[in-house]
């Protein structure tokens, strides 16, 4: 069991995943983090409004066959429990008290699922609603430091494939989702020029707190891992000139 | 003591929700004017109260309502957001980071320690969940009432003055801040994380692992 080999690095995977061009190039990506995190199965799930779906995943195809033949939809108790919830699980705090739920659980380890899971449910624009999920196969205390230590990087991954997703979907408009407004600009091209936080900050006429709030904001919607990565990603998009 | 609700589970808990969403009606239509709208049974909700937000709630003795605030990831829809964009520079904050905390509301007449058990339970959702800022919509009065407590938001922008005066602003959560708020509302640190693990089922339930 190894969790998280450091061969490919969590930024080359993202921007890569910022860059697909169709569900098959994420197929790829998210099999390269899973084996980045080390994990049995990372799994991302939208079904959109008008009930398509959206995904990829490393379950086997046995189970997800299984899956589709059982149902398990209506009884699953990671999709009840994060269903229009928007705090990441872990799913041993989920609700499997139920008979259903423990068949489909020992169904699902049986399939090679794992003992372990996360959850990160992701609430997007419109009432959009899709799920990111590991699962593994290990005692409690390493999944608990796993996800303890990892929790950040999660959820970024997980905002990022559906980042990618909301934008491959057919019919969608071109909007400029990812536009920074003026003022983030004006942040990200300070610090590209090498100035301290309390520069820009003071430069802005904006407290550092309320700095560090519109840098997080340009990261999230750049989609990178931190600020060094979002100053470059804005400059590589043209986002900002210096 | 404070209860974590998510908006599709406010039904198992009545009293509270209706003297919630009552005491919200008091508030922000009675004593601020604000534009709200308040149904025939005296409750005000808007469009944010049915998408599901969760809810952070001081349930008094009597198992009613005490204070409030709700929550939204501004992953999705916020009121900051659709609203109060020109408070915020212009800016359309969104991260999975950051949370909306919006409709912080007190009963007519809170137990004192309310709004730091309040503020407390937040520092428990950043902690918990890994969020590092919220930022909120909130009056003038409360913001008298934050810096009272010692969790004085960053105010970004405001508008309107006196009663209709109306703040946007920031949260972040030290150490300090949270010794500062339990020391305030005489809640113990332990004693705020027991309802939150509470709230979110921390001890393991049988089922996934344990013995794998």
Not at chain 2, 29 to 37: F, N, T
Not at chain 2, 117 to 144: P, S
């Amino acid at each position: 069991m190894v969790l998280v080999a450091e061969t490919t690095s969590l930024n080359s995977i993202l921007e890569r995943v910022a860059r697909a061009d169709t569900l098959t190039d994420m197929q790829q990506e998210i099999e390269r983090l899973r084996d980045h995190f080390g994990v049995d199965h990372i799994v991302y799930h939208w079904v959109s409004s008008d009930g398509e779906q959206y995904g990829c995943g490393t379950y086997p195809m046995t189970w997800v066959e299984r899956y589709l033949e059982k149902n398990y939809l209506r009884i699953d108790p990671v999709v009840l429990g994060c269903y229009q919830r928007f705090h990441p699980v872990d799913w041993k705090r989920l609700d499997w008290s139920g008979k259903a739920a423990r068949n489909f659980l020992a169904d699902a380890i049986e399939h090679g699922v794992g003992n372990q899971g996360f959850s990160v449910p992701i609430r997007g624009p419109n009432g959009q609603y899709a799920l990111f999920s590991l699962s593994h196969n290990s005692d409690d205390d390493t999944w608990a430091d796993f996800t303890a230590s990892h929790h950040r990087d999660l959820i970024m991954a997980a905002h990022a494939f559906n980042q990618r997703a909301l934008e491959l979907e057919p019919g969608r408009a071109q909007e400029t989702a990812q536009a920074l407004s003026p003022r983030e600009v004006d942040a990200m091209t300070l610090l590209a020029l090498g100035y301290s936080r309390a520069q820009v900050a003071n430069s802005l006429s904006i407290s550092e707190h309320t700095l560090r709030v519109y840098i997080e904001s340009a990261r999230h919607k750049l989609g990178a891992l931190n600020t060094i990565h979002a100053v470059a990603r804005a400059l590589s998009r043209g986002l900002i000139v210096i | 003591m404070i209860r974590y609700i998510y908006g599709n589970d406010l039904h198992n808990w009545p009293t509270l929700a209706r003297s919630m969403f009552q005491d919200r009606a008091t508030q922000f239509h009675d004593r601020l004017g604000w534009a709200v709208s308040v149904d025939a049974r005296g409750e005000e909700r808007d469009a944010y109260d049915a998408i599901n937000p969760l809810y952070v709630i001081w349930e008094d003795g009597a198992g009613r309502h005490g204070g409030s605030m709700r929550f939204l990831p501004t992953t999705g829809q916020t009121m900051v957001n659709d609203h109060f964009m020109d408070l915020a520079d212009g800016v359309r904050i969104e991260s999975p980071f950051i949370w909306e905390c919006t409709r912080f509301c007190l009963a007519p007449r809170p137990e004192p320690r309310t709004a730091a058990a309040l503020m407390l339970a937040g520092g428990e959702i950043m902690t918990g969940f890994g969020v590092k800022h919220f930022v909120g919509v909130f009056d003038g009065l409360m913001q008298r009432v934050y810096r009272r407590i010692g969790a004085t938001p960053d105010v970004l922008g405001t508008k309107g003055e006196g009663r209709a005066k109306l703040c946007v602003g920031l949260w972040e959560f030290s150490t300090e801040t949270r010794a500062r708020l339990s020391h305030g509302s005489g809640i113990s640190e332990a004693q705020s994380k027991g309802w939150f693990q509470q709230a979110f089922g921390d001890v393991p339930k049988q089922g996934v692992s344990r013995a794998a």
